[in-house]
């Protein structure tokens, strides 16, 4: 079930950056993209936790090896799909001059490494020069997030007491974008320092067990509905970019990612394969949005109407995703892998 509510988040992605969503003068909540982007951010936090104490029981034995290996098992993943979409969006780009390209070496050298395409606040991603985009692949700016979290979640699972006091300091970074105090959308999402919030309640619906677990859900969520309920007092849920979007997307899906995790429903070989499409479709749907675009299909024919842009941009973006399941050397298995290779000699090399 996991599976299919990824998939169904990544449509919500897909369906925002088409611009499909009702649009109501002063309140934003309706961006389902960012409404989405809290339910990847929950299964990111509550299955890396997983994916430490099962495999890497960094619990136990916190060693530099294990932080390597966990940090570059990730890497090689999830880098080979989102430079081989990069690079096709290039060879796009540079011959159809859909977009006139203008990189600097700040915002190459950021699309190049992954992790820093959520820091637009701070650095120059915009790599072309009539439109304002956060790199060469919009959507990805989600992956230095998720690198971000990932350099630092070994050590906050075994740190108990670092984690505890990261997530006082997240909670209070998310507030104070909440707030408008600081920028809303940069500190309260995209940014690890709001947005590591829900990683870390991801994770503790991993970590704690039993009563712990019951306090934490039920505290968490109680605080969300304060929450809510000042900012609807104080007239603030309806400024900022994020405030309705976020606080409404917690509360709607926290007890459906609480139920999905804990629920004991038999995984099944469709529900794995459109898990990994939805991280497929998540990255391609960009690309294909401005092929099509470029010819006008959206203009055209029946594809004017919104949700059969939508249709056709997903059924798109799905079969080119099943296509690129099968390339060996995005999909392998690890030994056939020429980055597993690379960066398996790199982990295990003795000094």
Do not use: C
């Not at 540079?94 to 701070?122: C, G, H, R, V």
């Not at 007092?233 to 926290?254: A, S, W």
């Not at 459906?256 to 070989?269: A, D, G, H, Q, Y």
Request: net charge positive; hydrophobic share 50%.
């Amino acid at each position: 079930m996991i599976g299919f509510f990824k998939f169904f988040l990544s449509l919500l992605v897909i369906s925002s950056h088409l611009n499909i969503y009702p649009k109501i003068p002063g309140f934003s909540w309706f961006n389902q993209g960012v409404f989405a982007v809290i339910g990847f951010y929950l299964f990111s936090g509550f299955f890396t936790s997983l994916v430490l104490e099962k495999k890497y029981s960094l619990e136990k034995k916190f060693t530099l090896k294990n932080y390597i290996h966990f940090f570059l098992d990730k890497f090689k993943k999830i880098a080979p799909q989102y430079y081989f979409f990069a690079s096709l969006t290039f060879i796009f780009l540079f011959f159809t001059k859909y977009q006139t390209l203008d990189f600097s070496i700040t915002a190459l050298i950021s699309n190049l490494l992954i992790i820093p395409l959520n820091l637009f606040e701070f650095i120059k991603l915009n790599i072309f020069k009539e439109t304002y985009y956060d790199g060469i692949i919009p959507a990805a700016w989600y992956l230095g997030s998720l690198f971000q979290y990932y350099l630092i979640a070994p050590i906050l699972y075994k740190y108990k007491k670092i984690k505890i006091a990261t997530f006082i300091l997240s909670l209070t970074v998310f507030l104070l974008a909440i707030f408008n105090i600081i920028p809303s959308i940069f500190y309260g999402v995209r940014f690890l320092g709001g947005g590591l919030l829900f990683f870390l309640i991801g994770d503790y619906l991993f970590e704690l067990k039993n009563k712990s677990k019951l306090i934490f859900t039920i505290s968490i969520y109680s605080f969300f509905l304060i929450l809510t309920s000042i900012l609807l007092l104080t007239k603030k849920m309806f400024e900022g970019d994020i405030n309705g979007p976020v606080i409404f997307g917690f509360l709607i899906l926290f007890p459906i990612v609480f139920w999905l995790t804990k629920s004991k429903l038999k995984k099944t070989k469709l529900d794995t394969l459109l898990s990994h499409l939805s991280f497929t479709i998540y990255l391609n749907h960009f690309p294909i949005y401005w092929i099509f675009d470029s010819v006008r299909i959206y203009h055209k024919y029946i594809f004017s109407f919104p949700f059969l842009r939508l249709a056709l941009t997903t059924f798109t973006s799905v079969i080119l995703a099943l296509f690129v399941q099968k390339l060996p050397f995005l999909n392998p298995k690890p030994k056939e892998n020429i980055f597993t290779k690379l960066f398996h000699k790199f982990s295990t090399t003795k000094k």
